[in-house]
T-cell receptor
Framework: KAGVTQTPRYLIKTRGQQVTLSCSPISGHRSVSWYQQTPGQGLQFLFE???????NKGNFPGRFSGRQFSNSRSEMNVSTLELGDSALYLC??????????????FGQGTRLTVV | TQLLEQSPQFLSIQEGENLTVYCNSS?????LQWYRQEPGEGPVLLVTVVTGGEVKKLKRLTFQFGDARKDSSLHITAAQPGDTGLYLCAGGGGSQGNLIFGKGTKLSVKP
């Protein structure tokens, strides 16, 4: 059974640019969550998508957005990049997600560096 | 705001020693999970505990969920260099419907 696939693995962007990250969940998983991980703040929840709808959202500015397609694949977009957006972005898939907090299976992450 | 506090933040021990990592909160969680993350990789799920007082064993790792479902501990017996990594606890049933993660315990086991 294939795991969660995130692309690209590494990305270098310039301040002010925008970026799109992709995540393919485990087959059969309908929930995809995105997290930002930095050394100082740890893992911070960005948003969760379930059946193409954003179901939960963390406390991030509107520059961070996402979507989910009918095949459960998800993309995350960050516009007007800032230096502070440099982080490891992790995608996690689960069967249901939501308030039952079911088990999350993570991809390897995308390391974004903003210069 | 629901928070999970992990302690200690850093732990450096010799191979063969025992250790315990703690995960505490003032909030009740419907479940609690432990993950291990290696540098440059995503976290890997180790275990999920859902019942207050539950104890689960995974080889040399013992996980316990507090009776009130507000805290958890991870005990490693006879640590090995392969146990090195960042250990994260995560609580299910967050107010935003997401998993709440602690900041992690960075464990280094020296041969």
């Amino acid at each position: 059974k294939a795991g969660v696939t995130q692309t690209p693995r590494y990305l270098i962007k310039t301040r002010g640019q925008q970026v799109t990250l992709s995540c393919s969940p485990i087959s059969g998983h309908r929930s995809v969550s995105w997290y930002q991980q930095t050394p100082g703040q740890g893992l911070q929840f960005l948003f969760e998508y379930f059946s193409e709808t954003q179901r939960n959202k963390g406390n991030f500015p509107g520059r961070f957005s996402g979507r989910q397609f009918s095949n459960s694949r998800s993309e995350m977009n960050v516009s007007t990049l800032e230096l502070g957006d440099s982080a490891l972005y992790l995608c996690a898939s689960s069967l249901a997600g939501g308030v039952r907090g079911t088990e999350a299976f993570f991809g390897q992450g995308t390391r974004l560096t903003v210069v | 705001t629901q928070l999970l506090e992990q302690s200690p933040q850093f732990l450096s021990i010799q191979e063969g020693e025992n250790l315990t990592v703690y995960c505490n909160s003032s909030s009740v969680f419907s479940s609690l999970q432990w993950y291990r993350q290696e540098p440059g990789e995503g976290p890997v799920l180790l275990v999920t505990v859902v019942t207050g007082g539950e104890v689960k064993k995974l080889k040399r790792l013992t996980f316990q969920f507090g009776d009130a479902r507000k805290d958890s501990s991870l005990h490693i017996t006879a640590a090995q260099p392969g146990d090195t990594g960042l250990y994260l606890c995560a609580g299910g049933g967050g107010s935003q419907g997401n998993l709440i993660f602690g900041k992690g315990t960075k464990l280094s086991v020296k041969p």
